[in-house]
């Protein structure tokens, strides 16, 4: 049985643009966010180079063979629930999670935080606002 699928809130990038994240093959990168994130892909190009656009929630990345380093990007998700996406990625098969919920505040806001790495490189932390 499946569990309860979390529900993506917002996307903040790493660095300048959530619609251009980094990654050396776009091919091999794709089932990954289909399979385990949830993502649909949206839409495709091969010019200017290979990129997608990836929609869960109503929430879009872009993913981009762009030429810059994937382990320095990714993204921030808000979630309305981390514990239920921790869940729903274990139940996936995805082993490469250390659910420690760790607290972190990002201005006066307080996080339930959740990390992990794809297998692009590519870094996206999931939070939670807690009261």
Not at 6 to 23: F, G, S, V
Request: net charge negative.
């Amino acid at each position: 049985m499946q569990p309860p699928k979390a529900t993506l809130k917002n996307a903040w990038p790493y660095q300048q643009d959530r619609m251009n994240l980094p990654l050396a093959n776009l091919e091999t990168a794709l089932p990954f966010y289909e399979t385990i994130l949830g993502f649909q892909v949206v839409s495709r190009s091969d010019t200017p180079q290979p990129s997608a656009i990836l929609d869960r929630d109503g929430i879009h990345i872009g993913l981009a063979e762009n030429g810059g380093d994937p382990q320095q990007d990714g993204c921030f998700f808000e979630v309305d629930d981390v514990e239920k996406l921790c869940a729903e990625l274990k139940a996936t098969g995805f082993d490469n999670i250390s659910p420690d919920f760790k607290q972190h505040y990002y201005g006066d806001v307080r996080w339930k935080v959740l990390f992990i790495v794809a297998p692009d490189g590519l870094c996206y932390s999931f939070g939670e606002r807690q009261n």
